[in-house]
């Protein structure tokens, strides 16, 4: 079983800056890619930032590179988000997200999700 629990979402102007958080545990030996996603009201969910522990390789989408980051403490097994710059277009639920196998841009093949956390840029 594996449990992902988000933190970190809040409001904030046009050029703020948050960081989200997520803490997983549970089983978490077999997860490979694990990393966030974003949907916004009336869209799909998309990838944001996902990592693998395989490679060591992040990719960040285009929508928000060089403005977010992503960073893990694998001491405490948390996975972070780091928001720079934030725009309206920002604004949506975030998720955490992880599963086996490669990583992919597909949220449909996730296994494990956090509750999500509001992000909100005015």
């Known amino acids: 079983h594996v449990q992902l629990v988000e933190s970190g979402g809040g409001s904030v102007q046009a050029g703020g800056s948050l960081k ?8 978490t030996g077999h997860l490979s ?3 966030w996603f974003r949907q916004a009201p009336g869209k799909e969910r998309v990838r944001v ?6 490679t060591g390789i992040t990719v960040i989408a285009d929508a928000v590179r060089g403005r977010f ?3 893990r403490d694998n001491a405490t097994n948390t996975q972070y988000l780091n928001m720079n710059d ?6 949506a639920m975030y998720y955490c ?8 841009v597909r949220p ?3 296994r494990y999700w956090g509750q999500g956390t509001q992000v909100t840029v005015s």
């Open 20 to 27: 989200l958080s997520c803490a997983v545990s549970g089983r």
């Open 33 to 35: 890619c694990l990393g």
């Open 49 to 54: 930032a996902l990592f693998s522990t395989g």
């Open 69 to 71: 980051t992503y960073s």
């Open 86 to 91: 934030l725009k309206p277009e920002d604004t």
């Open 97 to 104: 997200a992880a599963k086996q196998g490669g990583c992919t």
């Open 108 to 110: 449909d093949v996730f």
